[in-house]
């Protein structure tokens, strides 16, 4: 291994993932690339990242994902068949994208034709506070997605975005193919949206994603997030979400693929009354690293947030947890829970889980617990004694553990493929009809 | 059906049982009684095939067969249930799925013919009727956030469905209220058969009431200490259990 110790100036990284001309977002990107020249890609030595071995990044030649021709047939989901937007290798399909079925005034935009984005991008994510991803993101971006949901409007039908990496048309030529998918969410007042955003692949890829949520006063977006990319991808995510009075963000995350995926949400309450839940499931196996490192930052009274972390780990995988519930001076009657649960299969499988609560107001009612192990043995002689051999007790308990984070997804197809992944995974497809 | 010599058991080091000898015929109705601690539920993992509870001698055979060559899994599939006190919550897998796994994997192993998840349905909802269960208690998972008393029913709804040979059920009655003591006791009454044995363990004569058995059986300190018929029970009911123990110097 190559010792860790990059600068921005001397990482392949940067140079080559430059848009070749400029569009809208001059100034930003200007912006982000001043801040860029004073990062480093970090390493592990930095607290943050001592778990991922971004070695890789620093070794290998990247580039913009070339064209691919791609059928995705397969992954359409029937609920948002007019409400779907589609990427491959970073780019807009238009011909596979299809917003026919969108409420009156609400907008699904490839980012590069939403010109009102301009003066929202980059309010969450400012260069001068983000790390090297973010701000490599705003600088690099090609495209992505803006969904805009006006004052009042409910919509009914889930919101689809797809970003597919796969093998590129003529082979692609040197070089690790990247993305850098950038989204940005405003739900207006009163208004609500399901949104799936959700990374599939099936070739090795770097995909380095940045989000911007806004949650105006009284509006509920309910997000899905789904990592399914290619065993040898590397993913990484920051997502920024504030929340105003009386909004509601629900956000769950399930992550299966990818030898390295790294998730950082960060919510902000910034309006009393305002509600979060950040749940996440990742399922790991090989040598998979998953690291989520995720801030709820309660900052005005009457919140609350709920948390609950899962991690399947087998083989020599490892997951990470690092959540941080902060509830600022003020934040009186903050109801914040958290936890993060881990299954551990195997004896060379690893979890680092770190919950923190960090509270500066006083009557507040908060709670976090981390729990780690191997099956409970008293669940699994329940199981034996109704006849099941010990495999198929271990199995079904742990596609259960799984499967229970899916049970509340909304969009039946959705979670319907979900848990047929997590079948498959846990070997228990022929323990459970498909549900 | 079952027959039980000299059986001595230990879990975590600690002896629990200290000699049992039991035999139950099939088409019978038993009842270990006897004060927390005795070793009642100690039998029934021992029985059921408990990995945690260490065999230290003497033998169990049922039909015939020496009990201590089947793993757990495979005593359920030979026909024997056992009905926990404090049945597991396993979230995430529905009470129906787990149901017609639980049935497929005994029909398979017997040579009966699998239900797909339509006849499976069919199946279910007369079982369901007879402990009293409502239907939406199949699609939440397995015992997942159900009160004691539904808990019971739903092991009872297992053994309907499950038909084992051997029954054993441990503190039934605890969790359930008198209403739902009845129709879970009518339950198992319907499933007494000259096919099946019952043994039940109880701290208390109340489930008696309900469900019958014929012979008593009080264990304490491990050993059984005084068999009689249902009349022992109700002295029980009425004396407590210091009488036997000082009768037999325990």
Redesign the interface.
């Known amino acids: 291994m190559t010792p860790d110790t990059g600068t921005a100036s001397d990482c392949s990284l940067v140079p080559d993932l430059l848009p070749a001309q400029a569009e809208g977002w001059d100034s930003l990107r200007a912006a982000a690339r001043e801040a860029l020249a004073r990062q480093e890609l970090p390493t592990k030595r930095d607290e943050d990242w001592k778990y991922c071995d971004l070695a890789e990044l620093r070794r290998a030649a990247f580039r913009p994902a070339a064209p691919a021709s791609v059928d995705i047939r397969d992954r359409i989901l029937p609920e948002a068949r007019g409400t779907r937007l589609v990427f491959v290798n970073g780019r807009f399909d238009p011909h596979h994208s299809c917003t026919s079925a969108l409420p009156q005034g609400l907008r699904l935009l490839p980012l590069h034709a939403a010109s009102e984005a301009a003066t929202r991008l980059g309010s969450l994510l400012k260069p001068a506070e983000s790390d090297f991803f973010a701000n490599l993101n705003t600088a690099a971006f090609a495209d992505g997605a803006y969904v805009f949901v006006p004052k009042s409007v409910k919509a009914e039908a889930p919101l689809h975005l797809l970003f597919i990496t796969v093998g590129e048309d003529g082979g692609g030529g040197e070089g690790i193919p990247s993305t850098q998918p950038r989204i940005l969410v405003e739900v207006e007042r009163n208004a609500s949206a399901e949104l799936i955003e959700e990374y599939a692949g099936s070739s090795p890829a770097f995909t380095n994603v940045a989000v911007e949520i806004l949650v105006h006063e009284g509006a509920e977006l309910r997000h899905e997030r789904i990592q399914r990319e290619a065993p040898e991808a590397i993913h990484i995510s920051n997502l920024r979400a504030e929340v105003a009075k009386d909004g509601r963000y629900h956000s769950r995350t399930v992550s299966f693929g990818a030898k390295l995926s790294r998730q950082t949400p960060q919510v902000r309450l910034t309006g009393p009354g305002a509600e979060a839940s950040l749940d996440g499931l990742a399922l790991l196996n090989g040598d998979q690293v998953s690291d989520t490192h995720s801030v709820l930052d309660h900052t005005q009274p009457h919140g609350s947030s709920r948390q609950l972390h899962k991690c399947i780990v087998d083989d020599q995988a490892h997951a990470i947890f690092n959540g941080r519930i902060f509830v600022r001076h003020g934040a009186q009657q903050t109801d914040a829970q958290q936890q993060c649960r881990t299954l551990l299969l195997s004896d060379s499988a690893r979890v680092d889980a770190k919950p923190q609560l960090e509270i500066d107001a006083d009557d507040v009612k908060c709670a976090h617990g981390a729990a780690v192990g191997a099956l409970?043995?008293?669940?699994l002689?329940?199981?034996?004694?109704?006849?099941?051999?010990?495999a198929?007790?271990r199995n079904?308990?742990t596609?259960?553990?799984?499967?229970?984070?899916l049970?509340h997804i909304p969009v039946a197809s959705l979670r319907r493929s979900l848990r047929q992944q997590v079948m498959a995974r846990t070997n228990a497809a022929d323990?459970?009809?498909t549900p | 059906m079952l027959s039980i010599r000299n059986l001595t058991a230990e879990v975590n080091g600690k002896e629990v049982l200290r000699g049992i000898n039991l035999e139950v015929k099939a088409g019978e109705v038993h009842a270990i009684m006897g004060p927390n601690g005795s070793g009642k539920s100690t039998l029934g993992k021992v029985i059921a095939g408990h990995p945690a509870y260490m065999v230290t001698g003497g033998e169990i055979r049922y039909e015939g067969k020496d009990l201590f060559e089947l793993e757990a899994d495979a005593r359920a599939r030979a026909g024997i249930f056992l009905g926990f006190q404090h049945p597991i919550e396993v979230p995430g897998v529905s009470n129906a799925q787990f149901l017609r796994l639980a049935y497929n994997k005994q029909a398979e192993a017997n040579g009966r013919e699998e239900l797909d998840p339509l006849e499976f349905d069919d199946y279910i909802r007369e079982k369901i009727a007879v402990v009293g269960m409502r239907p939406e208690f199949l699609d939440r998972s397995l015992n997942e956030g159900f009160s004691g008393g539904e808990k019971k029913r739903n092991e009872i709804l297992q053994m309907a469905v499950l038909m084992p040979k051997l029954a054993i059920l441990d503190e039934l009655d605890s969790g359930l209220d008198v209403d739902a003591l009845r129709i879970v006791g009518e339950a198992v009454n319907g499933m007494k058969s000259k096919d099946r044995a019952i043994l039940l363990v109880t701290h208390y004569q109340r489930l008696l009431d309900h469900i019958p058995a014929e012979r008593i059986h009080v264990l304490s300190g491990g050993r059984i200490v005084k068999t009689g018929g249902p009349e022992l029970a109700l002295e029980i009911e009425k004396n407590g259990y210091d009488w036997i123990n000082a009768e037999v110097g325990a």
């Open positions: 409970d043995p008293e669940e002689f329940y199981l034996q004694s109704r006849g099941l051999n010990a198929a007790a079904l308990l596609y259960g553990f799984a499967s229970d984070l049970a323990l459970v009809e």
